[in-house]
C-alpha cells in the first residue's frame, strides 16, 4: 500500500509540472527582438512574422513565421528562440548580386547569354535562382547544337555581403548529326526521305550550315514534315511509330532513327459538295476544286480546295460557315471517296482587334494589314491572310495570331503577338562581271522608320564600267490610304565607249505612288525629271554618235501594270507575271518620246525541283514634235538579256566604227529548264538549260554605213547557278545559232555578287 501510495504523488507531481511547462510555453508575447540584419530593415522581418506582441507563443504559429521568412529569398538562415517572454528572431541575409560575368563563351555572345538568364546585379543571391539560370544556359546552348557543354557556377564573395557570380562554361564541340536512318520505309528510299526533312547527316560541305547540328526542336518539326509528305503523296494511312536520337559515348554526335510504317497508296474516287446552306446552290464551287477522280490522294490539295471553297463562300458573303473534308477510305480497292460538306456556323463579330509586343513598331502599321477590323464577321479563310500579310512586312522575329472568346457568345477578339526584329540595315557588298567589271556596293537602309513602316534607302554602287548614286523614300501608306508615294534622286555615270564610244550621265529624280487594284495586280504612277549627257565622245566615233553629243533634258511620266501570282518574288517556281509598261516624254523638258512595254514570264514546275521559266517582251519607242529619239533613249540587247551576244551587241550598228546606235522597236524570249545536278540540296546549286532569242531594229539614222535588220537571232546554251552564303552566282555558256556578221557575241557570262 506504501508503496502504491507513492507512485499516486509521483504520477500527480508529473501531470502538475507538464500543465505549468505547457502554460509557459504558451506565454503571451511581450517583445519581439530582431537580430542579424544588414541591408533588410527590421520592419521588414517584423512584417513577414506570422505572430505579433500579445499573441500566445506556440508551435504552430513559429513554424509558420519561420516557412514565411524563407520563402521571401532574403535569408539564408532563419532560427526563432524563446528568452523569457521575448522571442529573438535571428536571420542571416542572402547576399547581393554585385557582378555577372561569363568566361569561356566564344560562340555565344554575352548579351544573348545574359538575356536568357533571369539572374541580374543587386538582386538578392539564392542558389536555387543559380541552378534554374544553369539549366536555362544548357537549353541556349542545346539550341545551338551543343550537347557537350559544362556550366560551372562559381561565387566570389565580396565586403558588405555582396557577390560576384561568374558562369565558367566549357562549350565543347558542336554535336552533329551523324546518321539518319529510317525503318520501315519501303516506297521511298532513305536518300529521298533525308532530302525532304531539314535535319541532315554531317559533310564536310556543310560548314557554312546548322542543318546538320542535333536540334531536338528541329526534329520534332521533321516529323510533321514526314507525315506531309507522305499524306501529299497519297500515303493516307502513314504513321510515324516512333523518332528516336542516340547520342555517342563521346558525347559528340548523334544517331537519328525514324521508324515508320507508310500503308498503302490511295486513289480518288469521288469528289462532291455537300452543301447544307439553306437555298444556296454549290455547283458554282465545283471549279475551286484542284483534283479528280483518279488522281492520287493528295492532302495538300485537299486543304488547298478547302481554302479556296471557303474564299469563295466569303465572297459570296457567306462568312458564316465552315467546310470540312469528310474522307471516306475503301482500303481493299485503295481509293478515297472526298466530300467537302459546308455547314453554317453560328454568327460570330470581331469585337477588338488587340496588339502586343510591339514596341517600336505603331498599331496603325500592323491594323492595315489587318482583313477584319472591329465589327467585321469573322472569318477564317481572312484570317489567315491577315496574318501572312503580317510576316511578309518583315519587321517580326515572330507573329502569333489567336482567336479568344469575347464578352458575348457571338463575339470573338483577335489576340495579335509580334517580336520586333532590326530593320536597319547597313551593307557593304563586293561582286564582279562581266558587264560592269569588278563592283563595290555601300548601303544604308531603314526599312521601318520611326516605326511607321517607312522605308529610307541610300545606296551606293561603284564598278569599272558604271557608278551609281541613289536615294529613296517610300511611304507605304500615304495619307492613311492604301497608296504608296515615294520620292527618288540619282546620279548615275555609265562608260559605254566600248559599245557606243561615248559616256554618259544622268542626274535627276522623281515622284512615284501605286496602288493595289485586286490582291494580285497592281499599278504605278512616275514622273521623272533628269538631265542627260552625251560626253567624251571619241573622234572616231559613228557621224551619228557624234552628232548627239551635249545635254537633254527629260521630263516623263510613266505606269506600270503588273499581275504576279508567282509562288515567290525571289525564287519562283509556280505562276505567272505580267507586266504593261508606258510612257510620256514631254511635260517640259526637250525629250519628246512615247514609249511602252509589255511581257509575261511563266514559271511551271515540270517536276520535284525541275522548273520550265518561259519569258516574252516586246517594246516600241516613238518621237513627235519633229523631236527624234536620242542614242541614250533607245532600246538596247544583248548581255542579260540575249545570252551569246555582248551587251548591245544586236541592233542596228555602224560597220565601220562598230558603235551600236540602238532601235526603237524590239522582242525577246527566253525557254529555260533548272534542275537539280544530283548534288545535296544545302548546295543549292542548279543546271539551266535554255535558248534566247530577239530582234532590235528601226534607227532613225540612214546612211551606207548603217545596217538595221528585222532579221531574228537566238543563241542555245548551259547554265550553273548558286545561291552561295555570299550572295548569287551565275555562269553561263551560250552559243549564237542565228547571228548577222556585224552582230558581236561572247560566249561567256559570269555575275557574282554579295553583301556582308
Same mark, same amino acid.
Request: net charge positive; glycine share 8%; no cysteine.
Given at each position: 500500500m506504501q508503496a502504491v501510495g507513492m507512485w499516486v504523488c509521483l504520477g500527480a507531481f508529473l501531470a502538475i509540472?507538464?500543465?505549468?511547462?505547457?502554460?509557459?510555453?504558451?506565454?503571451? $508575447?511581450?517583445?519581439?527582438?530582431?537580430?542579424?540584419?544588414?541591408?533588410? +530593415?527590421?520592419?521588414?522581418?517584423?512584417?513577414?512574422?506570422?505572430?505579433?506582441?500579445?499573441?500566445?507563443?506556440?508551435?504552430? #504559429?513559429?513554424? =509558420?513565421?519561420?516557412?514565411?521568412?524563407?520563402?521571401?529569398?532574403?535569408?539564408? %538562415?532563419?532560427?526563432?528562440?524563446?528568452?523569457?517572454?521575448?522571442?529573438?528572431?535571428?536571420?542571416? +541575409?542572402?547576399?547581393?548580386?554585385?557582378?555577372?560575368a561569363f568566361e569561356g563563351n566564344d560562340k555565344v555572345k554575352d548579351e544573348e547569354l545574359l538575356a536568357e538568364i533571369q539572374l541580374r546585379p543587386r538582386q538578392v543571391f539564392t542558389r536555387t535562382k543559380v541552378q534554374a539560370d544553369v539549366s536555362r544556359l544548357y537549353q541556349i546552348y542545346r539550341?545551338?547544337?551543343?550537347? =557537350?557543354?559544362?556550366?560551372?557556377?562559381?561565387? $566570389?564573395?565580396?565586403?558588405?555581403? /555582396?557577390?560576384?557570380?561568374?558562369f565558367e562554361v566549357n562549350e565543347g564541340d558542336l554535336t552533329t548529326v551523324a546518321s539518319i536512318r529510317f525503318v520501315g520505309n519501303k516506297r521511298f528510299d532513305d536518300d529521298k526521305l533525308r532530302s525532304e526533312i531539314t535535319t541532315k547527316e554531317s559533310e564536310w560541305y556543310r560548314f557554312l550550315s546548322s542543318s546538320d547540328h542535333y536540334d531536338p526542336d528541329r526534329l520534332s518539326y521533321d516529323q510533321e514534315v514526314l507525315r506531309k509528305f507522305y499524306l501529299s503523296q497519297g500515303y493516307a494511312d502513314f504513321r510515324l511509330i516512333s523518332s528516336t536520337a542516340e547520342l555517342s559515348n563521346d558525347r559528340k554526335s548523334f544517331y537519328v532513327t525514324f521508324t515508320l510504317e507508310e500503308g498503302? /497508296?490511295?486513289? !480518288?474516287?469521288?469528289?462532291?459538295?455537300?452543301?447544307?446552306?439553306?437555298?444556296?446552290?454549290?455547283?458554282g464551287l465545283k471549279d475551286k476544286i484542284i483534283f479528280a477522280g483518279g488522281d492520287w490522294y493528295n492532302a495538300d490539295r485537299v486543304q488547298e480546295t478547302v481554302d479556296h471553297l471557303t474564299d469563295a463562300l466569303g465572297d459570296a458573303q457567306y462568312a458564316f460557315v465552315t467546310v470540312k473534308p469528310n474522307i471516306q477510305r475503301n482500303r481493299e480497292a485503295k481509293t478515297v471517296d472526298i466530300t467537302f460538306v459546308i455547314e453554317e456556323t453560328p454568327r460570330v463579330f470581331v469585337e477588338r482587334v488587340d496588339i502586343h509586343g510591339n514596341v517600336r513598331t505603331l498599331d496603325?502599321?500592323?491594323?492595315?494589314?489587318?482583313?477584319?477590323?472591329?465589327?467585321?464577321?469573322?472569318?477564317?479563310?481572312?484570317?489567315?491572310?491577315? +496574318?501572312?500579310?503580317?510576316?511578309?512586312?518583315? @519587321?517580326?522575329?515572330?507573329?502569333?495570331?489567336?482567336?479568344?472568346?469575347?464578352?458575348?457568345?457571338?463575339?470573338?477578339? !483577335?489576340?495579335?503577338?509580334?517580336?520586333?526584329?532590326?530593320?536597319? +540595315? *547597313? =551593307? $557593304?557588298?563586293?561582286?564582279?562581271? #562581266?558587264? %560592269?567589271?569588278?563592283?563595290?556596293?555601300?548601303?544604308?537602309?531603314?526599312?521601318?522608320?520611326?516605326?511607321?513602316?517607312?522605308?529610307?534607302?541610300?545606296a551606293t554602287t561603284l564598278a569599272g564600267e558604271r557608278t551609281e548614286f541613289n536615294l529613296a523614300f517610300t511611304e507605304p501608306h500615304f495619307l492613311e490610304r492604301d497608296l504608296s508615294a515615294g520620292v527618288d534622286a540619282f546620279h548615275i555615270t555609265r562608260d559605254l565607249q566600248d559599245e557606243s564610244s561615248y559616256d554618259q550621265k544622268r542626274t535627276g529624280g522623281g515622284l512615284r505612288f501605286g496602288y493595289p487594284l485586286s490582291e494580285r495586280w497592281g499599278q504605278t504612277w512616275r514622273y521623272r525629271f533628269e538631265r542627260n549627257e552625251i560626253t567624251n565622245v571619241q573622234d572616231d566615233a559613228s557621224r551619228f554618235v557624234q552628232e548627239q553629243e551635249g545635254t537633254r533634258d527629260t521630263s516623263a511620266i510613266s505606269q506600270r501594270l503588273v499581275y504576279d501570282n508567282r509562288d515567290s518574288k525571289i525564287f519562283p517556281t509556280d505562276g505567272w507575271l505580267l507586266w504593261l509598261d508606258a510612257e510620256l516624254a514631254g511635260l517640259g523638258g526637250d525629250a519628246k518620246y512615247v514609249s511602252g512595254k509589255s511581257g509575261a514570264s511563266y514559271y511551271y514546275p515540270v517536276m520535284d525541283q525541275w522548273t520550265l521559266n518561259l519569258l516574252g517582251e516586246a517594246g516600241a519607242i516613238q518621237g513627235y514634235g519633229d523631236e527624234e529619239v536620242?542614242?541614250?533613249?533607245? @532600246?538596247?540587247?544583248?548581255?542579260?538579256?540575249?545570252?551569246?551576244?555582248?551587251?548591245?551587241?544586236?541592233?542596228?550598228?555602224?560597220i565601220v566604227t562598230s558603235d551600236a546606235l540602238g532601235g526603237e522597236y524590239f522582242?525577246?524570249?527566253?525557254?529555260?529548264?533548272?534542275?537539280? *545536278?544530283?548534288?545535296?540540296e544545302e548546295f543549292a546549286i542548279q543546271g539551266h538549260v535554255f535558248s534566247d532569242f530577239g530582234s532590235l531594229w528601226s534607227v532613225p539614222d540612214t546612211g551606207s554605213e548603217v545596217v538595221d535588220e528585222t532579221s531574228l537571232r537566238a543563241s542555245a546554251g548551259v547554265g550553273i547557278s548558286w545561291r552561295s552564303p555570299f550572295g548569287p552566282i551565275r555562269v553561263d555558256f551560250a552559243n549564237p545559232i542565228a547571228k548577222k556578221d556585224y552582230d558581236e557575241t561572247e560566249t561567256f557570262r559570269f555575275n557574282f555578287g554579295t553583301q556582308f
Open positions: 509540472l507538464a500543465t505549468a511547462s505547457a502554460a509557459q510555453a504558451q506565454q503571451a $508575447i511581450r517583445d519581439i527582438k530582431v537580430t542579424g540584419t544588414e541591408r533588410v +530593415e527590421p520592419a521588414t522581418v517584423l512584417s513577414y512574422l506570422n505572430v505579433r506582441v500579445g499573441d500566445p507563443m506556440t508551435r504552430e #504559429t513559429l513554424d =509558420s513565421s519561420l516557412k514565411s521568412l524563407f520563402a521571401t529569398g532574403l535569408f539564408a %538562415d532563419v532560427t526563432l528562440r524563446q528568452e523569457g517572454g521575448t522571442l529573438v528572431v535571428h536571420v542571416v +541575409e542572402n547576399p547581393v548580386i554585385n557582378e555577372i539550341r545551338n547544337g551543343r550537347f =557537350s557543354v559544362d556550366i560551372e557556377p562559381k561565387v $566570389i564573395k565580396l565586403d558588405q555581403n /555582396r557577390v560576384n557570380l561568374v498503302e /497508296r490511295y486513289k !480518288i474516287s469521288k469528289v462532291a459538295i455537300d452543301s447544307r446552306i439553306r437555298n444556296y446552290d454549290a455547283k496603325t502599321v500592323i491594323r492595315r494589314e489587318m482583313l477584319l477590323v472591329e465589327g467585321d464577321p469573322f472569318n477564317k479563310s481572312k484570317l489567315a491572310r491577315s +496574318e501572312q500579310r503580317i510576316r511578309d512586312l518583315d @519587321y517580326f522575329e515572330t507573329v502569333d495570331v489567336n482567336v479568344l472568346p469575347g464578352s458575348a457568345p457571338d463575339k470573338t477578339v !483577335i489576340d495579335i503577338k509580334v517580336a520586333e526584329k532590326s530593320t536597319g +540595315e *547597313l =551593307s $557593304i557588298g563586293a561582286g564582279f562581271s #562581266t558587264a %560592269d567589271g569588278p563592283l563595290a556596293d555601300f548601303r544604308i537602309r531603314e526599312r521601318n522608320l520611326l516605326g511607321k513602316g517607312q522605308d529610307l534607302l541610300l536620242r542614242i541614250n533613249e533607245r @532600246y538596247y540587247l544583248g548581255g542579260s538579256t540575249l545570252r551569246g551576244f555582248r551587251s548591245s551587241g544586236v541592233g542596228p550598228r555602224d522582242y525577246r524570249g527566253t525557254v529555260e529548264t533548272s534542275f537539280p *545536278l544530283g548534288l545535296p
